[in-house]
C-alpha cells in the first residue's frame, strides 16, 4: 500500500539547545535562510508525501504560523518588489496539507507517534524526526519507503555510529535481507554497552504499519520514564514483519549546538548566496587559527 501521510513529532522541549528554545521551537531555528521544520517536510514532500501531521503542544504556535499566509507581509513584498521573497514566502504555505495535533503531556515520543493514530487510519505511515536533517541524493525517507513498499513491512532508517554514539540512540538486531536493506528481530533504546545488538542506529525515520498504535496505547513507560517508540517498535518487529535500510546519506543532529552548527557550515556553503563567500571566510578564518 502507498505511503501517503507523514508524521512529524515535534512536541519536545528543546532541552538541548537552551537558552535560545526557551521561547523559540526548535523547529523554528533557521538552517541559513530556512527553519529546521522546512527541510523536514520538504524531504517528506519530495518523496510523495501528500498529508503532514505535526504533533505539536501549547508553545509552538509559531510553526503553524509559519506555514499558513501572512497577506500583510505579501502585500508589502509584492509592492517593493521582491518577486523572490514573495514566492519563498508564499512557497512554505503551500508546500502540502499541513494537519496539527498538540501531545498535551511531554510523556515521550511514543506517547507523540499514538497521538497521530486518528490522523493515520489504517494505512502505513511515513515519521520523520524534526532534528535529524538529512542531506542525500534520493530522499531518506523515500529510500524507506521503497523498502516497505517492497516487502509490506514495516522499515527504520539506520547507519553505523560509533560505541561511544550508539548509547545516544537505539541499536537494532539485523539479519541481511537485500542490498542495504535488513530484517529486524529486536532493538534497544539508548543501551548500555552489554546491551547493544550491533553499531547499527536508527537515525529519525521511519515507516511504520499502522498496527503500531496498539501497542503504543498500552505501552509502559521505559528509559528515562518516558513512553519510548522504540520498545513499540521491539513489540511490532515481533508481531509483524520489520526491515531496516542503511540509508544512503549524511545525516546531521540539529538538536544539540555542535550537530546544529555543522549543519548550518555544510548548508551555507551550497547555498548560493553564501556558498562562495563562506568558503572564502573559513580560509582566512583557518589560516589565523
Ligand atoms: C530519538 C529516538 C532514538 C533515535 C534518535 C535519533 O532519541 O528515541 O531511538 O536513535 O532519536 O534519531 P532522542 O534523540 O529523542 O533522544
Not at 59 to 79: H, I, Q, T, V
Request: net charge negative.
Amino acid at each position: 500500500m502507498k505511503v501517503r501521510k507523514a508524521v512529524i513529532p515535534a512536541a519536545g522541549l528543546g532541552t538541548r539547545m537552551l537558552p535560545a528554545t526557551k521561547t523559540v521551537p526548535k523547529e523554528m531555528l533557521p538552517l541559513v535562510d530556512k527553519p529546521v521544520i522546512q527541510y523536514i517536510i520538504e524531504e517528506a514532500v519530495s518523496a510523495g508525501i501528500e498529508d503532514i501531521l505535526v504533533v505539536t503542544n501549547r508553545a509552538k504556535s509559531a510553526m503553524d504560523d509559519y506555514f499558513d499566509y501572512y497577506p500583510e507581509l505579501e502585500e508589502r513584498l509584492g509592492r517593493a518588489g521582491k518577486e523572490r521573497e514573495l514566492q519563498e514566502v508564499r512557497r512554505a504555505a503551500d508546500l502540502a496539507n499541513i494537519f496539527y495535533v498538540r501531545q498535551k503531556e511531554t510523556k515521550g515520543l511514543g506517547h507523540a507517534i499514538w497521538r497521530a493514530k486518528r490522523f493515520v487510519g489504517d494505512e502505513p505511515f511515513a515519521v520523520l524526526l524534526g532534528d535529524d536533517i538529512m542531506r542525500s541524493d534520493k530522499p531518506v525517507i523515500g529510500q524507506l519507503i521503497d523498502a516497505a513498499e517492497k516487502y509490506a513491512a514495516s522499515c527504520v532508517g539506520v547507519q553505523e555510529v560509533s560505541t561511544a554514539a550508539i548509547s545516544k540512540y537505539s541499536s537494532v538486531k539485523v539479519e541481511p535481507l537485500g542490498p542495504r536493506t535488513f530484517r529486524v528481530t529486536d532493538m534497544v533504546e539508548k543501551p548500555r554497552p552489554e546491551e547493544i545488538f550491533s553499531h547499527y542506529a536508527i537515525l529519525g525515520r521511519y515507516v511504520l504499519r499502522p498496527g503500531i498504535f496498539d501497542i503504543l496505547e498500552n505501552l509502559k513507560p521505559g528509559y528515562g520514564g518516558e513512553i519510548q517508540l522504540t520498545d513499540g517498535l521491539r513489540e511490532l518487529c515481533k508481531q509483524d514483519t520489520m526491515t531496516a535500510v542503511d540509508f544512503e546519506g549524511k545525516r546531521y543532529d540539529t538538536g544539540n549546538l555542535k550537530g546544529f552548527l555543522e549543519a548550518t557550515i555544510d548548508f551555507s556553503l551550497d547555498h548560493p548566496e553564501t556558498g562562495a563567500w563562506l568558503r572564502d571566510f573559513l580560509k582566512e578564518k583557518a589560516s589565523t587559527l
